[in-house]
Structures are given as structure tokens and as C-alpha cells.
Nanobody, 118 residues
Framework: QVQLVESGGGLVQPGGSLRLSCAAS????????MGWYRQSPGKQRELVAT???????NYADSVKGRFTISRDNAKNTVYLQMNSLKPEDTALYYC????????????WGQGTQVTVSS
């Protein structure tokens, strides 16, 4: 029901910043919980941040104080502002949409690569 396209990844030095964007189409965006996840080689996909349809947010401990998730329902877009980036933030970042259904249904984008290196 939802198609997701991430953008904004790239190569950045430690301490730098990036803003990721996730554009959604195909359904009613405002009804979905949105999130960002990341996956590094050899590791499982992990939560970075979520923002519910009502606006409440949740962050992984490793990114608290550095990352900010936000959404613009009028633009059908969710953002991840990443500041003070560290090499351990290097990963493929995925956008997630979760339909508040029974049971919940998850939709994923293709991912955008973030590489933090000096």
C-alpha cells in the first residue's frame, strides 16, 4: 500500500551532519507510524528512530541527542537529521512505514547509504 524512497545519504566526516529524507506514496501517509532503521554488514537491522502518527518520537540510545526524526504529512515525507556523526553510524539506512492494523503491516524502502569516515 505504501512505496518508500530514501535519499540524502552520502560520505561525511566524523562530526558532520546529514539529513535523510523518505518520500512516501501510494496510501494515506498521515495514518502510518514512520521510522528509520539501519543495517551494517554482518549485523541485523536495528532501530534508529520512530515517529508515530500522533507525533511522539523514540530513539535508540546510541543516537539520542544527535539525531532528530520529524515528519511533514503535507509532503508525505519523513526526515532524519543526523548531527555529530560517528564512524559507527555507518550503515544502510532504511525508511519504514507501519500501518496501525491488526496485525501491523510494515513497508520498507530500498535504503540509502551513510558512510562516516575521515
Amino acid at each position: 500500500q505504501v512505496q518508500l524512497v530514501e535519499s540524502g545519504g552520502g560520505l561525511v566526516q566524523p562530526g558532520g551532519s546529514l539529513r535523510l529524507s523518505c518520500a512516501a506514496s501510494g496510501s494515506i501517509f498521515s495514518f502510518y507510524h514512520m521510522g528509520w532503521y539501519r543495517q551494517s554488514p554482518g549485523k541485523q537491522r536495528e532501530l534508529v528512530a520512530t515517529i508515530l502518527s500522533g507525533g511522539s518520537t523514540n530513539y535508540a540510545d546510541s543516537v539520542k541527542g544527535r539525531f532528530t526524526i520529524s515528519r511533514d504529512n503535507a509532503k508525505n515525507t519523513v526526515y532524519l537529521q543526523m548531527n555529530s556523526l560517528k564512524p559507527e553510524d555507518t550503515a544502510l539506512y532504511y525508511c519504514n512505514a507501519r500501518a496501525p492494523a491488526a496485525p501491523p503491516a510494515d513497508y520498507w524502502g530500498q535504503g540509502t547509504q551513510v558512510t562516516v569516515s575521515s
